[in-house]
């Protein structure tokens, strides 16, 4: 079975720095992805990033980038320069190239972002 | 071009009642997918629609629920005999043709309040 394990409950950062939001997880299949998204208080889910995982570079978006260590399993989001938009959940996710369609997710972590 | 987009925003019903929860997923996209996510959770997978039909309801907590996608669009998700146990934030996400490596987006969600 998979499982996504976030150990952050939340997070507090000063703007302008920079902020990596652990993620690890659990599977037995050797071809998945990784997802991250971004819920703001209007509950949404924005895509942010993807990892695949025979993908050889981390995944890099803008100010967010995936610390991807495949035998550790395990997948942090960095957000560089953050911003006080960037408070917000934020969720890992993983989907198995064998088996079901979905998405399993971690519990997330509260970034807040402080002036 | 327009996202996913959900309808009601915000349900309020008795316990008992029955409920009809709309997605509307982004134009051209075959796959669709149901999530449930309790305060405070990731969240958890309902149903997957390749097309019109249902290719794993795995995740459907039980018989009271049920969802349909008659055309390949539209989708609806359909709870008979509420329970307080059914309020959550149900969110729908839409992707191109159901590929495992392919981003989820995400509607806004409704939030059903079951009292």
């Known amino acids: 079975a998979q499982k996504i394990t976030q150990t952050q409950p939340g997070m507090f950062v000063q703007e302008k720095e920079a902020v990596t939001l652990d993620c690890t997880y659990d599977?037995?299949?050797?071809?998945?992805?990784l997802f991250w998204y971004k819920q703001p208080s209007s509950g949404e889910m924005i895509f942010l990033i993807y990892?695949?995982?025979?993908?050889?570079q981390n995944a890099t978006e803008g100010r967010y980038s995936l610390n991807f260590q495949k035998a550790r399993k395990s997948a942090n989001l960095v957000i560089s320069a953050s911003q006080l938009g960037d408070s917000a959940m934020y969720f890992c996710?993983?989907?198995?190239?064998?088996?079901?369609?979905?998405?399993?997710f971690g519990q997330g972590t509260r970034l807040t972002i402080n002036p | 071009g327009a996202g996913v987009s959900q309808t009601p925003s915000n349900k309020v019903t008795e316990k008992g009642k029955y409920v009809e929860l709309r997605c509307d997923p982004i134009?051209?996209?075959?796959?669709l997918y149901w999530y449930r996510q309790s305060l405070g959770q990731g969240p958890e997978f309902l149903i997957y629609?390749?097309?019109?039909?249902?290719?794993?309801d795995s995740g459907l907590p039980n018989d009271r629920f049920f969802a349909v996608r008659p055309e390949g669009s539209v989708s609806t998700l359909k709870i008979q005999r509420t329970e307080r146990g059914d309020s959550a934030v149900y969110l729908c996400?839409?992707?191109?043709?159901?590929?495992?490596?392919?981003?989820?987006?995400f509607g806004p969600g409704t939030r059903l309040l079951v009292l």
């Open positions: 996400a839409s992707s191109s043709s159901g590929r495992r490596e392919e981003t989820q987006y």
């Open positions: 599977t037995s299949d050797p071809s998945y992805g």
């Open positions: 990892q695949g995982s025979y993908d050889q």
């Open positions: 996710a993983m989907r198995e190239v064998q088996g079901a369609q979905k998405l399993v």
């Open positions: 134009s051209g996209h075959t796959a």
């Open positions: 629609f390749q097309g019109t039909g249902a290719a794993d």
